[in-house]
Nanobody, 118 residues
Framework: QVQVVESGGGLVQPGGSLRLSCTTS????????MGWYRQTPGKQREVVAA???????HYADSVKGRFTISRDNAENAVYLQMNNLKPEDTADYYC????????????WGQGTHVTVSS
């Protein structure tokens, strides 16, 4: 079970930027792929971005070219740089281990809320 604390959300205008941070404990961080996820009311949680143990990255089509995921194994932390934000990026953002059947995990944090609005 991972313990995570997400931070960095807030209100931003369209076209603006935010940097989300996630600190973790309870796992050997460097041995795990990590992901950022988001969820809006009435919709299922979705993967936004993932980063492998060796730093390879994957993005949802909707955020490619705008979001950048990174990790710091020394700090047990994962980050999400979000640029050129759009109103449809408004959501609660979560980080967690990225794995097959990630949706079955029950160790989610509180998340951090992002609102993109003028």
């Amino acid at each position: 079970q991972v313990q995570v604390v997400e931070s960095g959300g807030g209100l931003v205008q369209p076209g603006g930027s935010l940097r989300l941070s996630c600190t973790t404990s309870g796992i050997i961080f460097r041995q795990n792929e990590m992901g950022w996820y988001r969820q809006t009311p009435g919709k299922q949680r979705e993967v936004v971005a993932a980063i492998t143990k060796d730093g390879r990255v994957h993005y949802a089509d909707s955020v490619k070219g705008r979001f950048t995921i990174s990790r710091d194994n020394a700090e047990n932390a994962v980050y999400l740089q979000m640029n050129n934000l759009k109103p449809e990026d408004t959501a609660d953002y979560y980080c967690n281990v990225y794995e097959t059947a990630w949706w079955l995990r029950d160790d989610w944090g509180q998340g951090t809320h992002v609102t993109v609005s003028s």
